[in-house]
């Protein structure tokens, strides 16, 4: 059990610039989610896929990002034309989707500072 | 899905357990407790979770009221790398994803030497 890995873990970005996020799950969590968090707040969800179908958008997520699962691996998320409000860490997350009680198993972030 | 209170903050002496509080009134019959925590500058980490029974594992305790209103999660020797974030959520069990969980703001603890 590698754990979630994201990269990169810092972008500082211009606003009006687009910025893409990746995300590797541990290799057999067949859900992988996105959360958004601020600072002094939880993570607040954003979107999530089971294997390559997302199959849920958060309102938070506006038409300027976008998330991806091709084959059902790592996940991207992109932001296009940042905005200084998006200046947040952005979190992945995977789980077994068995019907069960699998836990989340977060990765440790990409920090997106919006300048 | 139900929401959870817990409080903003809480100290606990370096070597003493730490007894961090968890209401969740309006818990329904098939969600359960989960307890993750946050390390600064780190993403959440699980620790515990349980349907109504009392839970171990080697990080936590977790204790259930019989009501299942509210939840304990007991760290029992606190040291100071268990400084952190402690969100505590519930969440039902099932095919149902994560997707409509709430993390709140959880409770820092602050272990003191």
Redesign the interface.
């Known amino acids: 059990d590698t754990g979630v890995s994201q990269n990169p873990r810092h972008k500082i970005t211009k606003r009006g610039q687009n910025v893409t996020f990746r995300c590797d799950p541990i290799s057999e969590h067949n859900r992988l989610y996105w959360y958004r968090q601020t600072l002094g707040q939880g993570p607040e969800f954003l979107t999530y896929f089971q294997n390559e179908a997302q199959l849920e958008k958060s309102r938070l997520l506006s038409d300027r990002f976008s998330a991806e699962r091709p084959k059902g691996s790592f996940s991207t998320l992109e932001i296009q034309r940042t905005e200084q409000g998006d200046s947040a860490m952005y979190l992945c997350a995977s789980s077994l989707g068995t019907g069960g009680t699998s836990p989340l198993h977060f990765g440790n972030g990409t920090r997106l500072t919006v300048t | 899905d139900a929401k959870t209170t817990q409080p903003t903050s809480m100290d606990c002496a370096e070597g003493r357990a730490a007894n961090l509080p968890c209401n969740h009134s309006t818990i329904s019959g098939n969600e359960?407790v989960?307890w993750?925590r946050q390390i600064h500058?780190?993403?959440?980490?699980?620790i515990i979770?349980g349907l109504k029974n009392n839970e171990t594992n080697e990080m936590a305790s977790l204790i259930i009221t019989e009501d299942r209103k509210s939840s304990t999660l007991i760290l029992p020797h606190a040291t100071l790398r268990d400084t952190a974030?402690y969100?505590c959520i519930v969440r039902p069990?099932?095919?149902g994803?994560?997707?409509?969980?709430?993390?709140?703001?959880?409770t820092k603890l602050q272990v003191i030497p």
Do not use: A, R
Request: no cysteine.
């Open positions: 359960y989960y993750y500058s780190q993403g959440p980490q699980y979770h974030v969100y069990s099932g095919s994803g994560y997707q409509k969980v709430t993390f709140g703001t959880g």
